[in-house]
């Protein structure tokens, strides 16, 4: 639906994308604790970012959901805001990427 979700906060892209099918894209999210704010990058520029609310943190038993939005914690699919693509080289890491290494990210493909 053109938007984008981190931990209940919305980002709306809907002006900032224009895609092409078939066409591969580099999409990266950062997120940090400490600021609170959480970026979103396609093709390795920055698009938008927004500030999450206070005390949010990921536990171990939280959720990571990509290709859809959740109505319910954990659940409340819906097959109509389905990601209808392919997800390659999906990764995670312990620490928030800074804007040059996002740039090499997508850069390399």
Known sequence: DGHFYTLE?????????TDQLGTWRHVCCTWSFTSRIA??????????????????KIDLDGYVVLG???????????????FGGHLYKVNVF???LDPS?????????
């Open 39 to 56: 970026r979103l990058y396609y093709d390795g520029v920055l698009l938008g970012s927004t500030t999450t609310p206070s005390g949010r």
């Open 68 to 82: 859809n939005e959740f109505d319910s914690y954990g659940g409340g699919f819906s097959d109509g805001k389905a």
């Open 9 to 17: 906060t919305g980002l709306t892209l809907m002006s900032k994308v």
């Open 94 to 96: 312990d620490k928030e």
């Open 101 to 109: 290494e996002v740039k090499e990210m997508a850069d390399e493909g």
